[in-house]
């Protein structure tokens, strides 16, 4: 079946430096790649959704500018969460349509990211 | 906008009994529902996915229904087993992006 890879799967990194996490489809091409956020005990929370060859849909409440996100080819997108700050430590999972497929199919996510900034 | 609730939203039980697990909707424009296990600190693992115009779906000892008008999925889980403590979590999709449920956190007793 379809994989979505997701890289660190945990990193720790001090206030104020920038991270960068990778979201990989392994043998499918992703169009679209869609980055959630998950903080304790709540649910996933949609960031934004990342389109190959243009500019990320960011939902409401979500810094563009903070939150970078590059999706250069088919197969990889990155999301940077830049000058990060003690209240970014989260989860957050990249996830992909399976290949086929329309509305009707379901997605694959990758392992998520744990964050932690201290 | 959409939202989906999960109870209980925490679930302990023996070894070997059956469970069933709850989702609510409140929009049914949806093209489907997913059903989801996540492992402390791991990612999601897609366990079984319905499509609006389907009913239900099984998959070994997991049963899923869905009841789009009245907004409602269920997850039956069959003689359940250690193994199977989770958190479990249904989404819907209406198409572009998923809305989640807070979960149910699952415990099964040895």
């Known amino acids: 079946g379809a994989v979505v890879s997701q890289h660190p799967s945990r990193v720790i990194c001090k206030s104020g430096t920038s991270v960068k996490i990778e979201c990989r489809s392994l043998?499918?091409?992703?169009?679209?790649m869609f980055w959630y956020r998950q903080f304790p005990k709540q649910s996933l929370m949609l960031m934004a959704t990342?389109?190959?060859?243009?500019?990320?849909?960011?939902e409401q409440g979500v810094e563009k500018d903070k939150f970078l996100i590059n999706h250069a080819s088919l197969t990889l997108s990155t999301l940077t969460v830049t000058s990060a700050h003690p209240e970014d430590s989260s989860f957050y999972i990249c996830?992909?349509?399976?290949?086929?497929?329309?509305?009707?199919?379901?997605?694959?996510f990758g392992s998520g990211t744990r964050l932690t900034v201290v | 906008k959409q939202e989906v609730t999960q109870i209980p939203a925490a679930l302990s039980v023996p070894e070997g009994e059956n469970l069933v697990l709850n989702c609510s909707f409140t929009?049914?424009?949806?093209?489907?529902l997913q059903w989801f296990r996540q492992d402390p600190g791991k990612g999601l693992t897609s366990l079984l996915l319905?499509?609006?115009?389907?009913r239900e779906q099984t998959s070994g000892r997991l049963n899923a229904s869905l009841d789009k008008s009245s907004g409602r999925s269920t997850l039956y889980i069959a003689a359940s087993q250690p193994g199977d403590s989770a958190t479990y979590l249904c989404?819907?999709?209406?198409?572009?992006?998923?809305?989640f449920g807070t979960g149910t956190s699952l415990t099964v007793i040895p």
């Open positions: 996830s992909a349509r399976a290949p086929g497929g329309g509305f009707n199919y379901g997605y694959t």
């Open positions: 043998d499918f091409q992703a169009t679209t």
């Open positions: 990342s389109n190959e060859g243009s500019k990320a849909t960011y």
């Open positions: 929009d049914s424009a949806i093209y489907n």
């Open positions: 319905i499509q609006s115009s389907q």
């Open positions: 989404a819907v999709s209406p198409g572009n992006q998923f809305y």
